[in-house]
């Protein structure tokens, strides 16, 4: 699987957009990128995934460029309970793709009142 | 629908000693996946089973075992208990190969301290 690089730490406001960036230069074509968070101490929660377009749902929305090396997931109005680490991965998907993910370090979002 | 299940909560053993953790898939997921969390670090990859089967395993000792019944529901052991091996002990499910990784789902540890 290809490798991610994302910042350790973030703060963001409490009502703003929290912006959360991930490289993934090494990407292949048939690899997804996928976002998870951890609140602290609860195992991991899916939040969104994406090939190469962008995509949103009711949690967050994710942008990936067109050379799909880099990519962000956009919280648009954080609140505190969104402080947590957020792990990018990429993994492939379809026939075949069950797999272990490899959690890289992720970023520390701290949503501040 | 019942989410990912894993029991004990919180378990406390002593060093040597062997620790057994369980875990429930959602139903229909055939796939369950283990990993260790150490307080502070990420989650490391430990064991992935499917259809009753070990697929692959991360970086661990042999005293790192584990098992998946005919009802997917798997357990995790942990022989000869280390200090180092206190940890959170995370178990995901997912369904058959297709789904990709958004099927992941994550129970919510235990937490086994080694004393």
């Known amino acids: 699987d290809a490798k991610t690089t994302q910042p350790t730490s973030m703060d963001c406001a409490e009502g703003r957009a929290a912006n959360l960036p991930c490289n993934h230069s090494?990407?292949?074509?048939?690899?997804?990128v996928y976002w998870y968070r951890q609140i602290h101490s609860q195992g991991p929660q899916y939040i969104i995934h994406g090939l190469k377009n962008n995509e949103t749902n009711e949690m967050a929305s994710l942008i990936i460029t067109e050379d799909r090396k880099s990519s962000t997931l956009i919280l648009p109005h954080a609140t505190l309970r969104d402080t947590a680490v957020y792990y990018c991965i990429v993994s492939p998907a379809g026939v075949g793709s069950a797999r272990q993910l490899t959690f890289g370090s992720g970023t520390q979002l701290t949503v501040l009142p | 629908e019942a989410g990912v299940t894993q029991s004990p909560t919180h378990l406390i053993k002593t060093r040597g000693q062997q620790a057994t953790l369980r875990c429930s898939p959602i139903?229909?997921?055939?796939?369950v996946y283990w990993y260790q969390q150490a307080l502070g670090l990420g989650l490391q990859f430990l064991l992935w089973y499917d259809e009753g089967e070990e697929r692959n395993r991360g970086n661990f000792p042999p005293r790192f075992s584990g098992r998946q019944f005919p009802n997917y529901s798997s357990e995790l052991n942990v022989n000869a208990l280390e200090l180092e091996d206190s940890a959170l002990y995370l178990c995901a499910s997912s369904a058959t190969p297709g789904q990709g990784a958004y099927g992941y789902t994550f129970g919510s540890g235990t937490r086994l301290t080694v004393v």
């Open positions: 139903s229909g997921h055939t796939s």
């Open positions: 090494t990407i292949s074509g048939n690899e997804y």
